[in-house]
């Protein structure tokens, strides 16, 4: 079984920037691939980022590219989301997900429990 825990979100202003962090336990063996999805009040779950653990491939969607970066930390099992140039319709509760392989990544087997993010204009 694999456990995925976020922090970091929270109240930022338009403009201001956040980072989120999610640690991964359990069989982390395998894990190869984390994203990091959001989903406003209403609308639908987007995939926003993910990347490949093993070489740090990403992908990004078009809403938060340039904006947004996702990175990771295999020592420390953590993904993190540096979250720039922040929107209000950036705000969202995100969601940490994980799976085998990249290929996976957009219906994930693994959830994290969501962390609120609120930007205010």
């Known amino acids: 079984q694999v456990q995925l825990v976020e922090s970091g979100g929270g109240l930022v202003q338009a403009g201001g920037s956040v980072k989120l962090s999610c640690v991964v336990s359990?069989?982390?063996?395998?894990?190869?691939?984390m994203a990091w999805f959001r989903q406003a009040p209403g609308k639908e779950g987007e995939l926003i980022a993910s990347?490949?653990?093993?070489?740090?491939?990403?992908q990004y969607a078009d809403s938060v590219k340039g904006r947004f970066a996702i990175s990771k930390d295999n020592a420390k099992n953590t993904v993190y989301l540096q979250m720039n140039s922040l929107k209000s319709e950036d705000t969202a509760v995100y969601y940490c997900a994980a799976d085998i392989s990249l290929s996976r990544i957009g219906t994930p087997t693994y959830w994290g429990q969501g962390t609120q993010v609120t930007v205010s204009s």
């Open positions: 990347i490949d653990r093993n070489n740090g491939r990403t």
């Open positions: 359990g069989r982390t063996s395998s894990v190869a691939a």
